[in-house]
């Protein structure tokens, strides 16, 4: 695989950049199953994923005139068909709508991807899955995507009313990961419940009002985490309806964020099931 020649935009308004423009105006409104990649290392997942063939490719390149030079074989393990511009800061800014000193910034097309049935389907005997409940924040779900990459996560499940993990910030903050850990968005947090019990996993709801200790989840060979929406947690009618762990903490603070609790109990369960 040899990198695309460069091709030199002096015009913001050029049409094969278009897009890229005004990302952040665009950024919760959608692209019509296109996303924004930012930065190297978001950069070097997303021509991993390019590579896996499952459903995530590359489109277009876009780099600042002072970053080409040291990014000659991350490109080169892009196909020779994925246009590779270059531009002056002035113009660089002028398109992406900010000044975007990283300077790297790719558009990517996500095809259709699997559904949670098919996804648990494709996974091993052995298996992490995290889900999640109506997570609305970009920043938390890039967090636990982020999260779900460090300690081997398998898949990630969310319900319907779950923020889209392919927007710009949530990418970003995931470093890219939400780019190569496959996942599914779809449906409600009974159905997700069900899914996952159907497909043999112990599934453990996380609550500051948990039975059991995270430090006492016992190792499973399909062990499922269970989060819920920032601030409210999860409701009581999914907490009724499966086991609920904790973490514990110094008393007179409501709760964890949702990304650290996550994080915390994923290292848990990773080391008790000899994952990490």
Known sequence: MGAAPLIRIDDPSD?????????????????????????TVVLRLLAAAHR????????????????????????????????????DAGVFDAIAGFNMHRGVLALGRCDQLPGGDALLARLPASSLVLAACGISNHDNMGS??????????????????????????????????????PFAREGTAAELIGRLQAAGFALWGLSPRGETDVAEIPPAPR??????????G????????????????????DSLNVAMAAGIALHQV??????I
């Open 15 to 39: 049409p094969r950049i278009a897009g890229l423009v005004s990302i952040k105006e665009r950024d919760l409104i959608g692209r019509e199953g296109r996303f924004i990649a930012e930065g």
């Open 52 to 87: 896996s063939g499952r459903g995530i490719a590359a489109e277009a390149i876009l780099l600042l005139e002072s970053r080409v030079a040291g990014l000659g074989d991350l490109l080169a393990k892009f196909p020779p068909e994925v246009p590779v511009y270059v531009a």
């Open 234 to 253: 999860l409701p009581e009618a999914i907490l009724s309806a499966v086991r609920t762990a904790r973490i514990r903490q110094r008393p007179g603070l």
């Open 270 to 275: 990773a080391r008790v099931n000899g994952r």
């Open 144 to 181: 636990l995507f982020r999260n779900a990459a460090a300690f081997g996560v398998d898949a990630v499940l969310m319900d319907q009313t779950s923020c889209d993990p392919m927007y710009r910030k949530a990418i970003r903050v995931s470093v890219g990961s939400v780019l190569t850990l």
């Open 223 to 232: 062990t499922a985490l269970l989060v819920g929406t920032e601030g409210e």
